[in-house]
């Protein structure tokens, strides 16, 4: 059974850094690209952002222009796990990031991880 | 980048009713649309890909259709456990990956 477990949230102040960690088991975590959706609640929704994407062996990363510089995305292929590194964190980052399965296609989201929340205030 | 628009924004149902549900692309994403539910603090929950595809043991009631720039979800006697958001995908030009903005199917 695929399982994903993201862990790291917390409450941090502006300008602040974090790391985020998903830990993933029922699959050959080094076939699949690997990428980070932020859940973002607002009036009445939710607003889903995509964050980054991970290749399998970890050379190829792309980010979303929101977080792009700031933001770092790396996995631990021996130990099953994808992190992302959050860097000079606004108000604007606070939201429950989730990590999920992607295809060498460029799909994703057939399987996601219960999330993490980060709250940026100060 | 690709925008994705949805609507309505929000929508109400009563139980047993048929739902329909648009995301409309800025450009031609081929069948690379994919649809989601989001409960209040869960994660999404894959509902069709390949616009039209179902997603494993997901109830027939739903269905995706369209290609190109159109693209419908249509939850037939909706259930009490359907009342929630629904995000489209594109995955057709990445990155960056873009979902739309959601609509709230209510009561």
């Known amino acids: 059974q695929i399982h994903l477990a993201e862990s790291g949230g917390a409450v941090v102040q502006p300008g602040t850094s974090l790391t985020l960690s998903c830990a993933a088991s029922?699959?050959?975590?080094?076939?699949?690209?690997m990428h980070w959706v932020r859940r973002t609640p607002g009036k009445g929704l939710e607003w889903l952002e995509w964050?980054?994407?991970?290749?399998?062996?970890?050379?190829?990363?792309y980010y979303a222009d929101s977080v792009q510089g700031r933001f770092t995305i790396s996995r631990d292929n021996s130990k099953n796990t994808l992190f992302l590194h959050l860097n000079s964190l606004t108000p604007a980052d606070t939201a429950v990031y989730h990590c999920?399965?992607?295809?060498?296609?460029?799909?994703?989201?057939?399987?996601w991880g219960p999330g993490t929340l980060v709250t940026v205030s100060s | 980048d690709i925008m994705m628009t949805q609507s309505p924004a929000s929508l109400s149902v009563s139980p047993g009713e048929r739902a329909t549900l648009s995301c409309r692309a800025s450009?031609?994403?081929?069948?690379?649309l994919a649809w989601f539910q989001q409960r209040p603090g869960q994660a999404p929950k894959l509902l069709v890909y390949?616009?039209?595809t179902r997603a494993k043991d997901v109830p027939t009631r739903f269905s995706g259709s369209g290609s190109g720039t159109d693209f419908t979800l249509t939850i037939t006697s909706l259930q009490p456990e359907d009342f929630a958001l629904y995000y489209c995908l594109q995955y057709n030009n990445w990155p960056p990956w873009t979902f739309g903005q959601g609509t709230k199917v209510e009561i």
């Open positions: 450009q031609s994403i081929s069948s690379s």
């Open positions: 029922g699959f050959t975590f080094n076939e699949f690209p």
């Open positions: 964050v980054a994407v991970l290749s399998q062996d970890g050379n190829n990363s």
């Open positions: 390949g616009g039209s």
């Open positions: 999920t399965r992607g295809t060498r296609g460029g799909f994703f989201g057939g399987f």
